[in-house]
């Protein structure tokens, strides 16, 4: 199977029930309403007149907010039905950013543009096969210093839902529904991999971008898991034979070379 078109598929379906959904709540998001959690904010800092990538930016909320602090932003993501709607929030809020559809892979082997930051988060990971070539296209598409951030899902999590933690070539191959309230139970075939932290710092070190900080989370901003507590100011916990597991992992570093 060609892992694009199903997944492309997938998330072309799921687009309309998460622009509906209380989850990613557009209304609130249009009244001014910041997508953004506390984790990355803290961790990129001030955006202000740098020019922000954003990988895999869905329909564009989590790049439009950063565009309200001053970023100029693009978004790239293989959803075009995601990136038509990206457009419009981004027209209906005046807000100048760029969109692009494509897959990750294509556009790192296109792009021609360096920025200042390359953002990604909150399951990414998952859909795509070679790590090695993810972290090439961030290294190329970031000016020799620029910053790479990334808040991902922890792969522990795969742990305690009876997948592998490790990198398989085969992909996993699901029917899957969306993650959000919404009117759509309908499910869809996915195809995702699983890919180790060890793996991922190794890939960013050999493309050349230095790691200045790692972190690791007990908790998640969002409730998007079966069984999960709540933890004021934090978000939510999950937990496995009495403990709390790692649920988010974050990466800071920059390009060096």
């Known amino acids: 199977m060609d892992y694009l078109t199903v997944n492309k598929n997938a998330w072309d379906k799921r687009v309309d ?15 001014g309403k910041s997508s953004l959690n506390d984790i990355e904010l803290e961790q990129v800092g001030d955006v202000n007149g740098k ?13 439009l907010s950063w565009a309200r602090l001053g970023a100029r932003v693009t978004g790239v993501d293989l959803s075009s039905e995601a990136i038509e709607k990206a457009n419009e929030l981004a027209s209906t809020l005046k807000l100048d950013a760029q969109f692009i559809n494509d897959d990750v892979y294509r556009f790192g082997d296109n792009n021609t543009t360096q920025f200042d930051i390359v953002f990604t988060s909150y399951g990414v990971l998952c859909w795509l096969p070679d790590v090695d070539r993810w972290a090439q296209t961030i290294a190329k598409a970031l000016k020799v210093g620029g910053e790479f951030h990334m808040v991902e899902f922890h792969p522990a999590i795969d742990l305690v839902f009876g997948y592998n933690y490790f990198s398989t070539v085969e992909p996993s191959v699901e029917l899957e529904g969306t993650y959000t309230d919404g009117q759509s139970e309908e499910k869809n075939q996915t195809m995702q ?6 793996e991922v710092i190794t890939a960013l070190n050999k493309a050349g971008i230095a790691l200045d900080a790692f972190q690791e989370y007990p908790y998640s901003p969002y409730n998007c898991f079966n069984d999960m507590e709540e933890v004021e100011g934090k978000g939510y916990q999950l937990h ?7 649920l988010l992992y974050s990466i800071k570093g920059r390009r060096v070379k």
């Open 240 to 246: 496995h034979q009495g403990h709390a597991i790692p």
């Open 193 to 198: 991999w699983s890919h180790s932290i060890g």
């Open 51 to 63: 020019h922000l990538l954003h990988l895999q930016c869905h329909f564009g909320q989590d790049t």
């Open 17 to 31: 029930t998460h622009v509906k959904s209380d989850f990613y709540d557009v209304g609130g998001f249009l009244n």
